[in-house]
């Protein structure tokens, strides 16, 4: 499905802090609610609550019960607008899968092509990626997630492309695209993805600390 157009002044970059194993880990997305009436000093908390409301269960779904979700962290494209956060618990959204989770550089891999009706000028189509820790070891054989997993971080990355509801702007939706633009020069497209794919292998990467 295409997304539907949207510039960078209706741009939100939400941060998503997981604990997993005790090792601070974060997913960074780049979101937009096309054709939002959302104003300057609203968009990142709507952004952060419209989340919380619409998706963080589908993330949970994706994560043992040894991890969590503890922050949700906004800022806007572009200059101007007011960064949001919001701190959460241990025990506010744990992961919904019982058991231990596999060591926190190790991730479930989402993968968003770009709508080929976009304009760039690359020779591939350009790509973007989201690795999802805290993956239960029970649903994991040998070395690659089960379909239960698999099926989980596909919902997980349909409501990235599909988009869900604005908590505070009835009517009004929210998408990931592909990249924030920069530079944060204002009333700049933002590139729409056409395709979004849960891997059915695992990912890792090097751990790198979190700005807290």
């Not at 960064?83 to 241990?90: A, E, F, K, L, N």
């Not at 060591?103 to 080929?116: I, K, Q």
């Not at 409501?159 to 204002?186: E, K, V």
């Amino acid at each position: 499905m295409s997304q539907p157009d949207c510039k960078n002044d209706l741009g939100v970059i939400l941060t998503v802090g997981i604990v997993c194993n005790a090792d601070r880990c974060a997913i960074v997305l780049p979101l937009g609610a096309p054709g939002s009436s959302i104003g300057i000093y609203d968009i990142c908390t709507d952004a952060m609550l419209s989340f919380q409301t619409s998706v963080m269960s589908k993330l949970l779904a994706c994560m043992a019960a040894s991890s969590y979700v503890s922050f949700l962290s906004a800022e806007p494209m572009i200059d101007g607008g007011l960064p949001g956060r919001v701190d959460y618990d241990s025990t506010a959204h744990v992961g919904s899968v019982t058991g231990e989770a596999l060591p926190s550089n190790t991730g479930g891999l989402m993968v968003f092509y770009r709508d080929p009706a976009g304009t760039f000028t690359s020779a591939r189509t350009p790509v973007g990626k989201n690795t999802v820790p805290g993956v239960p070891t029970s649903q994991v054989v040998g070395d690659k997630p089960n379909n239960t997993y698999v099926g989980h971080l596909q919902d997980l990355a349909d409501a990235m492309q599909d988009g869900w509801d604005s908590a505070g702007s009835p009517g009004d939706r929210w998408y990931r695209y592909l990249r924030a633009p920069f530079p944060r020069t204002p009333n700049t497209n933002l590139a729409g993805i056409a395709n979004s794919q849960a891997r059915g292998y695992l990912a890792t990467q090097r751990r790198r600390f979190i700005p807290r």
